[in-house]
Structures are given as C-alpha cells and as structure tokens.
Nanobody, 123 residues
Framework: QVQLVESGGGLVQAGGSLRLSCAASGRAFRTYGMAWFRQAPGKERELVAAISSGGTIYHKDSVKGRFTISRDNAKNTLYLQMNSLKPEDTAVYYC?????????????????WGQGTQVTVSS
C-alpha cells in the first residue's frame, strides 16, 4: 500500500480558490490510478475527480470547469485545483490510490486513503 498525506484545505469565501495536494510515498505512485473524494456531514463519500496512471481524467459534473485534477509523478504528488468555490463544496476531501493503472468510481475499491483535509466555503 501507499501512504498518502493531504494538505491545502482551509476556509475560503465563495468564489475563492484552493489547491489541495496529496503527497504519496513509494516508487509505485506513477503506476496507480488516483482520485479525490469528498464527504460532507450526513452524506456519502463521493468521487470528485480521478486520473489514471496514463493521464486519463474524470471530473464530477458539478465541478467541471471549476476543479482540475493533476499529478506530478516526479514529485509523487496529486493535486486538485479548486476555483470558483461554492458553499456546497464544503466537505472533508480525501485522496485515494487505486491498485491498478485505471480508475474506479467506487470508493470501496480504493486500497489506500489519506487522512482527509477540511475545505469550508463560506457564503
């Protein structure tokens, strides 16, 4: 398994921006599909964006045009650039590693998770 540590969360006003980072341990990072999930209070964890080892990208419809997932394999780091933030984006954001090169839309299929970082968007 890979160890994941998120950073970059915080409190921001609506319309603002944040960039989340997820630092991964191990040389196998470049071979994993990676994803960002989020979980708001009382709601299920949901996939926000994912990127395969080959760079194929998926973004949830509600964040398209506002969020961008990317990865830097040389730095073993996954990113989520979040612009035009809305109060409904408030959640704990988690990065996750998939044990294969592709991606999955199912949280239970991801084998490694970070501890989460809180993102709060005020109106």
């Amino acid at each position: 398994q890979v160890q994941l540590v998120e950073s970059g969360g915080g409190l921001v006003q609506a319309g603002g921006s944040l960039r989340l980072s997820c630092a991964a341990s191990g040389r196998a990072f470049r071979t994993y599909g990676m994803a960002w999930f989020r979980q708001a209070p009382g709601k299920e964890r949901e996939l926000v964006a994912a990127i395969s080892s080959g760079g194929t990208i998926y973004h949830k419809d509600s964040v398209k045009g506002r969020f961008t997932i990317s990865r830097d394999n040389a730095k073993n780091t996954l990113y989520l650039q979040m612009n035009s933030l809305k109060p409904e984006d408030t959640a704990v954001y988690y990065c996750a590693a998939y044990s294969y090169s592709g991606v999955s839309f199912v949280a239970g299929e991801y084998g490694s998770w970070g501890q989460g970082t809180q993102v709060t968007v005020s109106s």
